[in-house]
């Protein structure tokens, strides 16, 4: 399946720690994308790391890939109230044009 | 940059109507996809165009479920005969037809079936 698991299902931080977020799959992909959902909306792109990628930093964010057990995480570090959401990894296979989703995170930062 | 337009924002509609919602995709983008997500769940697949070919639509759409883009632009997805287990948020997003291009998504349409 390319579709991507995310574990774990819930997480529930103090406002200023950091986050980890697992993801796993089982095809060999291309690229992996995480995104990001707040209640009510739509998602929103975070980053892209490609299959040849160990890690990448945007901002606040750092995902990792580790292809050969085919995982990645995103840390999230100093979380705010804002992060507060549901976090989406989407592993791309070769040439496919679709992005299949698993149940996602649950992020909670309390204030 | 606009961003994707969907409209309504919500629908309620009493069990037997049809329903029919709107997409705009981000003007340049020649993909666009339609999603359904319920409560607690991530986004599930339902079509893709490209441009104004449907190439892909789910298994688990039922005929009920008709999507059209005609003019490769906007697209609309109907739903005939509603069902209470249609009740849900429909997502439309678009990209660009680069490798790795990022989906933009809109903010949905939540369907509530009476």
């Known amino acids: 399946s390319q579709q991507g698991e995310e574990d774990p299902q819930a997480l529930s931080i103090q406002e200023g720690e950091n986050a980890t977020m697992n993801c796993s799959y089982k095809t060999s992909i291309n690229n992996l994308q995480w995104y990001r959902q707040n209640s009510g909306r739509g998602l929103v792109h975070l980053i892209l790391i490609r299959s040849n990628e160990r890690e990448k930093h945007s901002g606040r964010l750092r995902v990792t890939l580790d292809t050969s057990k085919k995982s990645s995480s995103l840390l999230i570090t100093a979380s705010r109230a804002a992060d507060t959401a549901s976090y989406f990894c989407a592993p791309r296979m070769d040439s496919s044009y679709k992005l299949i989703f698993g149940s996602g995170t649950r992020l909670l930062v309390r204030p | 940059d606009t961003g994707v337009s969907q409209n309504p924002r919500h629908k309620i509609t009493k069990r037997g109507q049809n329903v029919t919602f709107r997409c705009d995709p981000i003007s340049e983008h020649n993909r666009l996809y339609w999603y359904r997500q319920t409560l607690g769940q991530g986004p599930e697949f339902l079509t893709y165009?490209?441009?104004?070919?449907?190439?892909?639509k789910s298994r688990l759409l039922s005929d009920r479920f008709s999507a059209e883009r005609p003019k490769g632009s906007f697209s609309t997805l109907e739903i005939q005969r509603t069902e209470q287990g249609d009740s849900a948020m429909y997502l439309c997003a678009s990209s660009s037809t680069g490798e790795g291009s990022p989906l933009h998504f809109g903010n949905g349409t939540r369907l509530t079936v009476t």
């Open positions: 165009f490209q441009n104004e070919a449907q190439l892909e």
